[in-house]
């Protein structure tokens, strides 16, 4: 399976891929989560990237192809994959496209989680993350059981930098812009899936399942 799950920052990406994973397990391959990675360690990259993703605005395209032209040659990432808030502007697409050509490797669907601004600042705001393995909670549909302390490895559940309500409305406002264009660019390619993001946590998994049986 190879797929790109595209949609507005808090459409769901990374808890639809946490489903899919459970039955399909391929590379979930996330930018944001590379990138909080480096700026966890400081690397020159996390350093440069920081800036721009506390201000909600995305990094530079030429930094985010090279990081993903190293990811997509990785071992695990040949059996599939799902991107995860990559591409995110026409120039990543096109150099995907250039990247899975040398790769001898196609696309089988680009999921458009849809949904409408205000719910993604509700989620948004009441988003909280583990800073050790990440796995996703919201302080009103999905608290982790003692607060502050992830319910799967124990590490300490926080808010992300960039989940405060302006910077979400920068974030929201970048996507219509930049990214938004990727849906009819896929379109064109006859890629596209739309799902309904209110549709529950495993709405993906049933559509690529329903695809699979009718296939
Ligand atoms: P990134 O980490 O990719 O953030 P994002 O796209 O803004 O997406 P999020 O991770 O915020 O949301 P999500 O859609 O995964 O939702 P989630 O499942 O967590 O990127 C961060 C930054 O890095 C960018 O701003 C940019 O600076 C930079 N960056 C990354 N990639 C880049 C690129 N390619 N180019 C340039 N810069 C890049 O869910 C959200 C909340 O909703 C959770 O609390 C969850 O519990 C809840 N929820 C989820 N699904 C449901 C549901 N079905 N019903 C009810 N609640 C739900």
Not at 96 to 116: E, F, G, H, P, R
Not at 131 to 159: A, F, M
Request: charged share 30%.
């Amino acid at each position: 399976m190879r797929i790109i799950l595209l949609g507005a920052p808090g459409a769901g990406k990374g808890t639809q891929a946490d489903s899919i994973k459970a039955k399909y397990p391929v590379a979930h391959i996330s930018t944001g989560d590379m990138l909080r990675f480096h700026v966890k360690q400081e690397t020159e990259l996390g350093k440069n990237a920081k800036a721009y993703m506390d201000a909600g605005k995305l990094v530079p395209d030429d930094v985010i192809i090279a990081m993903m032209e190293h990811r997509l040659q990785e071992e695990d990432a040949k059996e599939g994959f799902m991107l995860d808030g990559f591409p995110r502007t026409i120039a990543q697409a096109e150099a995907l496209d250039a990247m899975l050509s040398k790769l001898q490797l196609k696309l089988d669907a680009v999921v458009n989680l849809m949904i409408d601004d205000d719910t993604v600042v509700g989620r948004l705001t009441s988003r909280r993350v583990c800073r050790q393995c990440g796995e996703i909670y919201n302080t009103v549909l999905k608290p982790s059981s003692k607060e502050g302390v992830c319910d799967k490895c124990g590490g300490e559940v926080v808010q992300r930098d960039d989940d405060k309500e302006e910077v979400i409305r920068k974030r929201l406002s970048v996507f219509h812009e930049q990214t938004a264009p990727l849906i009819d660019y896929y379109s064109n390619q006859g890629l596209l899936v739309a799902v309904d993001a209110t549709g529950g946590k495993d709405a993906v998994l049933k559509i690529l399942e329903q695809k699979k049986a009718n296939a």
